[in-house]
């Protein structure tokens, strides 16, 4: 079963504006860490930020924040101000505590910015 | 930032060859990874690596697929005999622990004819 879920394929947005894209997860353990990386045309995979499950705090890093809502499994990255070079494909990933010792991807989001 | 290194970054081998992916990993780091993707769709876990041993692996790593890092040395992930389907993009990945950020390497294209 398909534990990590980005529904959205693609995503136009103009420059300079703020996009969300969204993330669900499926998890019986109660603690896990869930991340965003992004994957740049040359495919080159960087990570962008971090959630971990006990914060209630929402991260940010730069321009890149997440909207975590628990009871919901949902981690929702937040990019404000795009730029052209945020285009990009980008993927949720989770690691649960207990039940994996690995980062488990979602299919990816693909992120146009236009000018 | 702390880099990964993937040799090759292209492999064009005939099915049934044998080939090695080698990865350098960034140096203080424990956990190792490999992960595939196919045309840039999601990316599937293989397997992971720590203290000399598998610690899981995924049911798309078949018994063709093996997985080393001699003494420190390059962490491999070695495919023999290959198929057609085992043409993706293979990464590498590596952490300091288990529940940290991967780095990833640049990815190795391999192409089975």
């Known amino acids: 079963a398909q534990k990590v879920t980005q529904t959205q394929t693609s995503i136009s947005v103009m420059e300079k504006t703020t996009v969300t894209m969204d993330c669900v997860y499926e998890?019986?353990?109660?603690?896990?860490?869930l991340f965003w990386y992004k994957q740049t045309a040359s495919g080159e995979i960087v990570f962008l930020i971090r959630q971990d499950s006990y914060k209630k705090e929402n991260a940010t890093v730069g321009h890149y924040s997440l909207n975590f809502q628990k009871p919901k499994s949902s981690i929702g990255l937040i990019i404000t101000a795009t730029q052209i070079e945020d285009s990009a494909v980008y993927f949720c990933a989770m690691r649960e505590t207990n039940s994996g010792t690995y980062q488990r991807f979602g299919t990816g989001t693909k992120l146009q910015v236009v000018p | 930032g702390p880099k990964v290194l993937q040799i090759p970054s292209h492999q064009i081998i005939d099915m049934g060859q044998m080939v090695t992916l080698n990865c350098d990993p960034v140096s203080n780091h424990l956990y190792f990874y490999w992960y595939k993707q196919i045309l840039g769709q999601q990316m599937e876990f293989l397997v992971n690596?720590?203290?000399?041993?598998?610690?899981?692996k995924s049911k798309l790593f078949k018994d063709q697929f093996s997985v080393e890092r001699p003494d420190g040395s390059y962490f491999t992930l070695k495919i023999q005999p290959t198929a057609l389907e085992d043409s993706a993009v293979y990464f590498c990945?590596?952490?300091?622990?288990?529940?940290?950020?991967?780095?990833f390497g640049s990815g190795t294209r391999l192409t089975v004819l």
């Open positions: 690596f720590y203290n000399g041993k598998v610690m899981e």
């Open positions: 990945a590596s952490s300091r622990t288990g529940a940290e950020t991967l780095y």
């Open positions: 998890t019986q353990d109660s603690s896990y860490f």
